[in-house]
């Protein structure tokens, strides 16, 4: 079990921190031990498994060999103990904090103990509060432990190894190993997962111990849930998903009913589950039983919660929850100033994860952004216009304020977060009004940063550019060159479909809408012959029921169903609603003639998913189109959904494709 945390986390050895086996009995008789090259130290200058030495300031033995601290050297239990069984060290160790488990810190001094690390910023004021406290409780020592993990982890390491080896880390390690026995089990845990935090050896003495006890704890049945958690994630990071102790920590929160568990019993369940217990939809019954739960009691969390459990809900794949989403998504409104960047970055992410968005929470939204749009995270700025971009909500005051913002802020961008912001206006077919400077800095950091592009990200930052009408000409002869096309393709698979209808569609908007372009051609083979392709497509596909109720008014108004064509794929890779063919007089003819055509009309009939949801205008990917049909010579006629959904009978159908299709004639029939 211990090993594949050691294998795990090789950085482990990066600081001294080696393995050695469990040591036996501590011996309370001897009065000199062995240092690790053999040499004697003195009493004074402790060794404990805590690491290294704690030693006397007036001693100077062996000093040498106390430079290198481990957390997995001999046990040495000083000759001098409280009778109350607190743990004291030598009176000149430095660090002269005690753990006491008989005189308790009050609820108010914990309190005022807690507020105080909270407000800590550096590992230094952490050590700086522990000494300055004279008696603090296990709750109190792992609440430290835990702070200082918050301050120095990053990813799978420490940013400063060397912080397990100040005095007082080891001080405190030293006593929660000797009072081990006699931690309260909320103290016992929290300290478990702190070390495991702090990526100790677990096959030091003092995390064998606390696993030890752990489990002699576990095997009682007294558990609460929050303890429960708390040490199953201890064991998650030690042993993984099969850990045979982590099942057993499962086994006893299954027995217990969700509808009575408390708020922070319930968070701290998902979080549980979210850290890789559940695989295969394992403990489904159990997570069902937990969104029922949840959604009666959404309106007491906070926003940490809120975002907890919709993080959850996504990583455990939980696509059935959608009641208990909308329930978080309406609580959300009210924590929207009060979320942090990371909270609100994973609300966004799992809203745009279920496809859900609710009108209070966009309001919510726009009041706030223009707020924190030049000084929130990088990344949580990008999610919120990815958000708004995703679900087709155009926003000016959102799209606007981060438009702005990116001018200023651009050089503090990734690549991704660049691409997915520009992306996201080129979907919704939004120019801000600051379009010119904003596409200025777009172009000076694809001058400054092409390579640093992933391909992919690259195309779809272009080919967004040219859906907004904004062309970048200066950079097309760099992407069809022969390494870029060949950077596109997958490993064996070649390119993708929505990557070839990109390219083609770049190319094709070079040549109706740049004719200056000189630079190289996209080849033939990369050329796609439809823009409507299943799943992700460049185009919108007709609204079914749209479609029928127009097509029996053309009949009734053209005569015929052999007077239009249907779904009409043309050479230049769109697919048209509906084709009227007309000859040089302006009579219709069949849409099976191919020979004397005039003129050809192109209907689009624009159902509620061309547009943005909130606001009628066309997406990008509709605007280019029309835009193209009409450089093509087509007669581009549109019929939004929402002028004719007003329509009350036939009649009123008829004059009103009449109106639309033939405005310059009086005649019903020919």
Known sequence: MALKLIQRFPQLWQFGIQRYPPVGPVCPTRLLSTSSAGQQVCVPCLCTSAGGCIRSRDCRRFQPDCERRTLTTTII???????????????????????????RPTAAEEQVFQQRLKSCSSSRQVFALLRSVGIMCDTMAAAALHRVADLEQVGNSLRDPTVLEKDTIIALCFQLEQESKRLTDAGLVSALLACTRLFLDPWSTLMVRLVSESQERLDRGQMT??????????????????????EQVMEQIQKQKPAQWSLVDLIAVYRLLQGGVVQDRKYQDLLNAMHTHAVTVTTRMDPAAVSGVLGALVILHQTQAMPLVISLCKQAVRHVRLFTDDELTVVLGALMHFGHSDHYFVEAMERYVPTMAFTSHPETVTKVIQFFGRRNILSPPVCDAIAESFVYRADDYNTSQVARQIMALGKLGYLPPNASQLFRKVEAILHSRFTHFQPRTMLSLLHSCTLVERFPVNFVSKVFSSYFLQQLQEQGKGMDQITLAQLTQLYMTLKLECPFYQGPKLLSKYHIKSFLIPGRSLETPVDVQLYNSVKSGLEKFLGGRSYFGSKVLTPYCYTLDVEIKLDEKGYVLPASYNDEVHKRIALCIDGQKRFTSNKRQLLGKEAIKQRHLRLLGYEVVQIPFYEFEKLQNNNSVVEYLHRKIFPQTYRLSW
């Open 225 to 246: 849930v929050g303890q429960l958690c708390t040490l199953g994630q201890a064991m998650l990071a030690i042993d993984g998903p099969e850990c045979v102790m982590l």
């Open 77 to 103: 239990r000083e000759p001098c103990f409280v009778a109350s069984s607190s743990v004291g060290l030598h009176r000149d160790s430095g660090p002269r904090f005690r753990l006491t488990q008989l005189h």
